[in-house]
């Protein structure tokens, strides 16, 4: 009689795929090429593991893209909803810089549009996070009437996106950072708020990250 042998899928272990994540956003950082061997060299698990956690490396750069925004959303998390929700909004922007700087690898992939994102959704909600502060913001009657919250909340990106980049990837030094407040100003008085207003607000929510907040920690 004929015996069948059927093969068990290897259980995932959620330690392992944040060890290969880990260890991918090292490589970049080191600027080492990241191939199938290279990533688990040294880590005690075999090449399967990617198999059985990612499908193989294009699954890797998925995750790898999907946990920059996984991380932004947990950054996000942390910032508290107060009564005014333009300092909510300022302080969302000073939350972005602080996770780019702190995660300058992971930064870099969410935006490789060339990658797929494993959660699209997902991603979508650390945008949304802002779209709602710039909506409490024009239903407070702090902007005008006319004001798309989306619209706010994009520009708000950009800025943060913007100054970021020049730091974080670009040849300009951490002082630049410190354009972000009058930045967020302008945008804030332009979209129908109070000028000596906004500057309060913004003054509230802001922070520029600290030295040690930035890319000489661990992804």
């Not at 930045?183 to 332009?190: E, G, P, S, V």
Request: proline share 6%.
């Amino acid at each position: 009689m004929a015996c069948t042998v059927q093969s068990v899928a290897r259980p995932k272990d959620p330690a392992v795929r944040t060890l290969l994540i880990e260890r991918a956003a090292a490589m970049l950082r080191a600027r080492e090429p990241i191939t199938l061997r290279s990533l688990v060299a040294g880590t005690g698990v075999s090449t399967m593991a990617v198999y059985t956690h990612f499908d193989g490396m294009d699954g890797l750069w998925q995750a790898l893209r999907q946990e920059g925004f996984t991380r932004l959303g947990a950054r996000f998390a942390t910032v508290a909803t107060t009564a005014d929700p333009v300092r909510d909004l300022t302080a969302l922007c000073a939350a972005y810089l602080d996770h780019a700087l702190t995660h300058p690898d992971l930064y870099r992939v969410m935006f490789d549009a060339s990658v797929d994102l494993e959660d699209l959704p997902a991603a979508d909600a650390t945008l949304e996070e802002l779209v709602r502060a710039a909506r409490r913001g024009r239903d407070a009657g702090r902007f005008g009437a006319d004001v798309a919250p989306l619209d706010l909340a994009i520009q708000s990106w950009a800025i943060g996106h913007g100054l970021v980049s020049l730091v974080a990837t670009g040849p300009l030094p951490r002082e630049t950072l410190d354009h972000g407040p009058l930045l967020l100003c302008a945008l804030f008085t332009a979209s129908g708020d109070d000028a000596e207003r906004a500057r309060a607000s913004v003054q509230r929510g802001w922070h520029r990250p600290a030295p040690d907040d930035d890319d000489a920690r661990p992804a």
